[in-house]
């Protein structure tokens, strides 16, 4: 099967990034846009573009009705819903095979699957699969059979949504007395955000690391695993920060492996086609658990295209058109290593609160090994209606060390004006001892972290300060280097010596 046209059925970097797959595998891409984004990127891109509707969400990118109309319109004959908005609703998949449209993404019996929290929890552990303690079987339940069956639990918890993500609807018990109140809210929470206020408890289990795994699995039953992402560094479980491999798995192969193999036999427990991500927390004696799959592309996904040299979004459409995966799992290679920074308009001395307005002048950083993916350009508008995400900042290098410099040049060199960023914060991460040593978990940036340094961190942790002398000793020594040039410029550069000296050798 060939597609002669796709239809972007999302706004920001994630429908440039796709609009850029489509058009080097030679497909024409048509855009859809809120009266918000007339002058998005993302509308300039396009062959074509076509308005949705008035700047809310919900009269436009949440429309199923209205993309469909644009489809017929246009004449595409596939659609990419990217992620966020309808990228993980059931009804929007079964609409598109209902229209006779390629939807390049799972089929709708995966998405219900996995969408209801409670029923993937149930279906992976049916296949064996580890998860978290909790409520699982036990259907919808009130708020007093939620409280009647907590203490078997242990506290603390945590109340997750049960058609949740995001952290939307998730609250932490830290005991059983704020049990009624905390449910009460997060029910109230659930409802305005998915439109369903069902909720269950969760063991919450304390210095968890979040390692998730990209798979890609094709129509003709093959799943292979594109290794693992680490993505710990969070606030109010928003993501904030991942890389690419896990610092905390680090050499241990054996777990590497043998959580690798789980995630394929989860998705495969679904019949699952397509892109997905399979989320495990694993605790600090390295037991590990499922946590959710997410049946769409991440956020994150660049760290891994980092890594393994695999355009995920390109094996997505290729998977969409019937075609068998390319690889199989032992010709993956992980080469060096990947940070990613979200980028996002908003303040971090703040509180994180949202920064609105115009972007008045864009520099993005470039350079060997680094990448920007980003919706936005110079005169750009930021509006409230959307996610804040204004970029993702990405870098490879050989080794941590390598990646981690790479990252602080390129943060250095990165200046948007007119709206405040947490690019501040992604400097002072870069700086914190813990991280440069790979000692942190889930609770790190909300309650150890301080966006203005906090040098007790270092004190007790003789490893992590070993680690920390030894990137500033690299660091130093490429300082070193630059100063012998810059103090004598009138000498000769440091490869000619080197020349001088092998002429004289020899």
Aim: hydrophobic letters at 40%; one cysteine or more.
């Amino acid at each position: 099967m060939l597609f002669n046209k796709v239809l972007i059925a999302n706004r920001g970097e994630i429908a440039v990034r796709i609009l850029r797959a489509c058009r080097e595998l030679g497909i024409p891409t048509v855009a859809v846009y809120s009266d918000a984004d007339r002058q998005a990127l993302h509308v300039r891109y396009a062959d074509e573009a076509y308005r949705l509707g008035a700047a809310p969400a919900r009269e436009s990118y949440l429309r199923i009705d209205r993309i469909l109309d644009v489809v017929r319109r246009c004449g595409a004959d596939a659609v990419h819903p990217g992620y966020g908005f309808l990228a993980e609703r059931e009804d929007f998949a079964v609409a598109c095979e209902e229209a006779k449209i390629a939807y390049i993404g799972p089929k709708p019996s995966s998405i219900a699957a996995m969408g209801d929290k409670t029923t993937a929890r149930n279906t992976v552990a049916k296949a064996g699969i580890p998860v978290v303690p909790g409520t699982e079987g036990e259907g919808n339940l009130t708020d007093e059979e939620l409280i009647r069956i907590a203490p078997s639990i242990g506290f603390p918890l945590l109340i997750k949504a049960t058609a949740g993500g995001g952290g939307k609807g998730m609250r932490e018990v830290m005991t059983p007395g704020e049990l009624p109140q905390l449910l009460t809210a997060a029910r109230r929470e659930a409802e305005a955000a998915f439109g369903d206020g069902n909720v269950y408890l969760e063991k919450l289990i304390l210095t968890a690391r979040h390692v998730e795994f990209q798979i890609l699995a094709d129509k003709q039953g093959n799943v292979i695993h594109l290794g693992e992402r680490e993505c710990s560094l969070q606030r109010r479980h928003q993501k904030l920060f991942e890389e690419a491999p896990s610092p905390f798995l680090g050499s241990d192969e054996a777990l590497r492996r043998k959580m690798g193999e789980v995630a394929c036999r989860t998705s495969a427990s679904v019949g699952y086609i397509n892109a997905g991500t399979i989320e495990f927390l694993v605790d600090k004696d390295r037991h590990f658990y499922f946590l959710e799959m997410n049946t769409r592309l991440q956020v994150e996904h660049p760290a891994t295209e980092m890594i393994t040299g695999i355009d995920i979004v390109k094996e997505q459409i290729r998977i969409a058109r019937g075609r068998p995966l390319r690889y199989r799992q032992e010709e993956v290679r992980v080469n060096g290593w990947s940070l990613e920074c979200r980028i996002n308009a908003e303040d971090p001395y703040n509180k994180f609160t949202p920064s609105t307005g115009k972007i008045h002048a864009v520099f993005a950083p470039t350079g060997p090994g680094v990448r920007v993916d980003t919706g936005v350009y110079s005169g750009f508008e930021v509006t409230p209606f959307y996610d804040s995400l204004i970029s993702k900042l990405v870098v490879w290098g050989e080794t941590r060390a390598e990646a981690i410099l790479r990252m602080r040049r390129a943060l250095e060199e990165y200046r948007i004006i007119g709206v405040k960023t947490n690019i501040p914060f992604h400097q002072a991460l870069l700086d914190s001892p813990r991280f440069l040593a790979g000692v942190f978990d889930t609770r790190f940036v909300e309650e150890r972290f301080a966006l203005n340094g906090s040098p007790e961190e270092s004190n007790h942790h003789p490893e992590m300060a070993a680690i920390f002398a030894t990137l500033v000793e690299h660091r130093n020594s490429q300082r070193a280097a630059q100063i012998m040039e810059s103090a004598h410029p009138q000498s000769c550069p440091n490869w000619k010596w080197a020349e001088r000296g092998g002429r004289i050798r020899r």
